[in-house]
């Protein structure tokens, strides 16, 4: 089964950087895409990455230049690399994964509701 941990998360000002991880296992099962969600409360979550096991990448607009995911599939690992961090990046950060083939097919980027693993999430708060 493909478990998720996140790390990286804390306090930062705004304008500054934070790198969070997500270190998966599990994926020796499968091919699997791997996304960055993240979360308010009373919103809903909201895809921000996601990148495939052949380094292609997807970015919502509120992340295009300003965020980076990258991939250490040795190490199991996919980052998020985060600059100019703005108030309204404040949210708990999820890493999450789902299968990047429906039978043959292979579906990039995959619909919200394809994501079958999560991990736990990491808080970032960026203060103004």
């Known amino acids: 089964e493909v478990q998720l941990w996140e790390s990286g998360g804390g306090v930062v000002q705004a304008g500054g950087s934070l790198e969070l991880s997500c270190l998966a296992s599990?994926?020796?099962?499968?091919?699997?895409?791997v996304a960055w969600f993240r979360q308010v409360p009373g919103n809903e979550r909201e895809e921000i990455s996601c990148?495939?096991?052949?380094?292609?990448?997807y970015y919502a607009e509120s992340a295009k230049g300003r965020f980076t995911i990258s991939s250490d599939a040795a190490r199991n690992l996919v980052y998020l690399q985060m600059n100019s961090l703005k108030p309204q990046d404040t949210a708990v950060y999820y890493c999450?994964?789902?299968?990047?083939?429906?039978?043959?097919?292979?579906?990039?980027?995959?619909?919200?509701?394809?994501?079958?693993?999560w991990g736990q999430g990491t808080q970032v708060t960026v203060s103004s």
């Open positions: 599990g994926f020796a099962s499968g091919d699997y895409i």
């Open positions: 990148i495939s096991t052949h380094g292609i990448t």
């Open positions: 999450a994964a789902a299968p990047a083939y429906k039978g043959q097919t292979f579906y990039f980027p995959p619909a919200n509701d394809d994501y079958r693993f």
